[in-house]
């Protein structure tokens, strides 16, 4: 008799297991998805820039600029153009070559750039590099009214994630004969780090008070591109003048950086560039 009661008592056991096994895990899901679904959920985020940027190295930074710089084609016509659009799609797709410059109106938070960012950018630039010796102490600060400011993005078009917002600067004045001595004319600003990757002012120097070597060494520590080695051109008439010289830093993979130390003589024009 036990054992008969004890039958009839494991029937409904048996019963209620098998309906929680077949109904029980799809009831513990309809209690997740109501607890989830249709609903917004916060999550901070790592950084507070919108989307992803790949982070690069210093070398990797300067070498893309540099090849940017070396491919970029900009007819008079379709740079009056870029300069006065409101907005910019950067639609990789559309780029043609290895390496575009594309001009950007927005920094690296996605938030439009406000006028005179680039100027203020590149003068606390030139400072560091006065107090550095790089740029000579004559050197005059930049004013809004005197200079003009493009935000470009660097892109590596095969890997868009690989790219650079920078600064171009450039010296312009409606009147013919302006002063431009003691003037920085043209430059290179990284909008990220605020590195000065390159520039040509006019000085009261001549070739035989610049030390190329010193003024390498140090740009190279204040950029952070390691040690620089010297560099032999293959071509005479590489550059337009004859007080030049050239040093290679690691680039890109197996890829080298070429940074020129030159100077103008006559209009006393010193340069320090990464473009050919």
């Known amino acids: 008799m036990k054992i008969e009661k004890i039958s009839m008592l494991l029937i ?18 309809q209690y997740r998805d109501r607890n989830i679904l249709n609903q917004i959920h916060v999550r901070e985020t790592e950084t507070g820039t919108e989307g992803y940027r790949y982070s690069l190295s210093n070398n990797e930074r300067v ?48 938030s439009e750039t406000g006028e005179t960012g680039g100027i203020r950018l590149c003068n606390q630039a030139v400072s560091e590099l006065k107090n550095l010796g790089i740029l000579p102490q004559e050197i005059k600060e930049l004013s809004p009214g005197s200079y003009s400011e493009v935000l470009y993005s660097a892109i590596d078009v095969p890997e868009p994630r690989n790219n650079v917002l920078v600064w171009k600067i450039s010296f312009v004045s409606g009147k013919l004969n302006t002063n431009k001595e003691n003037r920085l004319l043209d430059a290179y600003v990284d909008a990220d780090t605020g590195k000065l990757y390159e520039f040509y002012v ?52 197996e890829g080298n950086t070429i940074v020129t130390i030159g100077f103008y003589e006559g209009i006393n024009e010193l340069y320090l560039k990464i473009s050919r």
């Open 63 to 110: 070498y893309i600029v540099s090849k940017c710089l070396n491919n970029q084609i900009q007819p008079e016509s379709d740079q009056n153009a870029m300069t006065n659009v409101d907005t910019v799609n950067l639609d990789y797709q559309e780029l043609t070559g290895t390496y575009a410059f594309v001009v950007n109106h927005k920094d690296s938070s996605g």
């Open 12 to 29: 409904p056991l048996a019963a209620v297991i098998a309906a929680v096994a077949v109904w029980g895990p799809e009831a513990i899901a």
């Open 202 to 253: 006019r000085t009261e120097l001549e070739w035989k008070d610049i030390d190329p070597d010193e003024i390498i060494r140090v740009w190279s520590e204040y950029v952070g591109l390691g040690e620089p080695q010297e560099y032999e051109s293959t071509n005479p008439l590489s550059e337009t003048t004859p007080y030049f010289k050239k040093y290679s830093f690691a680039g890109m993979e």
